[in-house]
């Protein structure tokens, strides 16, 4: 059975902590230049977005996007640094991941938090008339945009919280974000006499990135548990692997053991019992 601990403020809640930062490297899909140009425009464009030069702005946007930037709010970005770009269609489209310091405020009936957020902001680029623009491509769990917040926030940048603001529907809100995250299952089985092994899969419903671990994994000669990744986005799933090789005149494992996954920072632990199956008296 998943325990899972909610002893911490709404707000933290719905905005994550401090994201994992990403490894700068060049992008092997496109020339230096070619990249070292992308860079100068988002470079120049969230420069804009942090003097608060919307208007100036607007000349790195695309034809098909500026109604809807010129219509729409503005991300108040404090600082912000490229974290990831990823090239496609022959280098003449990009994803761009961008680290940013944004303001976020929360509102209810006669409550206002304002604070400032880390968090990962994805953006879409592509040349035109032989520039990079940026333009807006809704992209799956994006859940944030220079133009503000996606739709899941109200349309003036805010949070919308619970009207009425008390313990209970506080520790309400925070455990349904809590259930949100998940493990696919909670137990596996294994072949003690032969080679073997499973897989579980944890989805982050959190809206930023979290960092897990495993713990409580056992010395057993042969098994091996490891994550396909550490730091998983929002709406994004990461794997446990699991696997076990009887190793020659060992003896046979223990029927079952539980090992757990812990997620950072929300303090979330989930458990995974490892059965071996029936074995000979």
Do not use: C
Request: without cysteine; proline residues 7%; glycine residues 6%.
């Amino acid at each position: 059975m998943s325990v899972r601990s909610a002893s911490f403020l709404l707000p933290a809640a719905l905005l994550l902590a401090p994201a994992a930062v990403v490894a700068q490297t060049p992008s092997p899909a496109a020339p230096p230049e070619v990249e070292q140009a992308l860079r100068a425009r988002v470079t120049e464009f969230f420069q804009d977005f942090v003097d608060g030069k919307f208007r100036q702005a607007i000349n790195l946007v695309a034809e098909d996007t500026q109604d809807e930037y010129f219509n729409g709010p503005k991300a108040e970005i404090k600082t912000f640094q490229i974290d990831q770009v990823k090239f496609s269609d022959n280098s003449t489209n990009a994803d761009v991941t961008v680290k940013v310091k944004q303001v976020w405020r929360m509102k209810a009936e006669g409550f206002m938090q304002e604070m400032v957020v880390d968090t990962n902001m994805p953006t879409t680029w592509k040349i035109e008339g032989g520039k990079w623009v940026f333009y807006h491509h809704i992209q799956p769990n994006a859940w944030l945009t220079p133009m503000g917040p996606s739709d899941v926030h109200a349309a003036d940048g805010t949070s919308p919280l619970p009207a009425k603001l008390d313990t209970a529907t506080l520790n309400s809100e925070a455990t349904r974000i809590l259930h949100q995250t998940d493990i696919d299952k909670e137990q596996v089985t294994l072949s003690f006499d032969k080679p073997s092994s499973a897989k579980v899969v944890f989805h982050n419903g959190a809206q930023g990135v979290v960092s897990i671990s495993l713990v409580g994994v056992p010395a057993l000669p042969g098994f091996i548990a490891k994550l396909d990744k550490q730091d998983v986005n929002a709406g994004q799933d990461a794997v446990v692997e699991l696997s076990y090789t009887p190793p020659a005149g060992a003896a046979s494992p223990h029927a079952s053991f539980a090992i757990g996954v812990e997620v950072a920072p929300f303090a979330q632990h989930f458990a995974i019992q490892v059965d071996f199956g029936e074995q000979p008296k």
